[in-house]
């Protein structure tokens, strides 16, 4: 604000230049997609009601995008701008004063950001459930402007709005990730076998040994698989494994011990 001192009592003559304080965009507004109607301003000192302002708003390749007119009112002019589809990269005002003034004056930059949207597909989308997979995935995104945008994977998509030129990288940041709640098969889950109480553990170990000295009382009764019959030496496997809680496990030990 301008100061100006004179004596008292008298009638004293003053010139106050003219001149643009200043050419912004909304402080809400200094970025936004395509589509976004965004807010603007000039405001001014010593310009009379009435003046006629225009605003240039172009990108950055240089192309003018549009123009925007209106009057100047209690020095200050207010408006919205809808950003144009073909923007590149950002957008600058630049407002001039006509009616003799030539004045201007240049806003700062707005970003124009992009809607993109990526749906993510696994390799194994044929035997897992791909939403568990990627969902709460955290992900970065680094853009040709230097910008880095960071989220998560909401089911299995990324719907972002980001500021870039012509390209930018998406990495998943699986370090981070959640263990998709996905069901791993494994041998004791395809056991039908109930899980066993203590008092069933000690009783099979009970039985597991009487068998283990049964077999042995039998394997000294007998010289050896050799001299037995063959309907005698087949009568004595049945019975023999007919006492054992797990011949399967035990099979080549049972084996070993009719023909050793």
């Avoid at 600058?92 to 930059?109: H, I, M, P, W």
């Avoid at 809607?115 to 995104?141: A, C, M, R, V, W």
Wanted: glycine share 4%; with cysteine.
């Amino acid at each position: 604000m301008s100061e100006y001192k004179r004596q008292t009592g008298n009638k004293h003559k003053i010139k106050k230049d003219s001149i643009i304080t200043s050419c912004t965009w909304d402080k809400k507004s200094r970025a936004g997609c395509v589509g976004y109607e965004a807010k603007l301003s000039v405001e001014t000192e010593a310009v009379k009601n009435g003046s006629n302002v225009v605003v240039i708003i172009s990108d950055k390749s240089g192309k003018v995008n549009d123009t925007v007119e209106g009057k100047i009112q209690d020095n200050k002019f207010t408006s919205t701008y809808t950003v144009n589809e073909e923007s590149v990269d950002c957008l600058t005002l630049k407002a001039n004063l006509a009616d003799g003034y030539e004045l201007e004056d240049t806003s700062s930059l707005f970003l124009v950001l992009r809607p993109i949207k990526i749906s993510l597909i696994d390799e194994y989308k044929n035997e897992l459930d791909s939403h568990k997979t990627f969902h709460g995935l955290p992900y970065e995104i680094i853009t040709d402007t230097k910008q880095t945008y960071i989220g998560t994977v909401k089911e299995r998509e990324i719907t972002h709005n980001i500021h870039y030129k012509d390209e930018y990288e998406l990495e998943l940041l699986y370090q981070s990730a959640e263990i998709p709640d996905t069901p791993i098969e494994t041998l004791a889950a395809t056991n039908d076998e109930e899980p066993q109480e203590d008092e069933d553990i000690e009783k099979a170990s009970g039985n597991k040994q009487a068998a283990s000295q049964t077999a042995s009382a039998s394997d000294a009764a007998t010289p050896g698989a050799n001299s037995l019959s063959d309907d005698d030496f087949n009568n004595y496997v049945v019975n023999t494994f007919e006492k054992i809680d797990n011949p399967i496990n035990n099979l080549d030990k049972q084996i070993n011990k009719l023909i050793g």
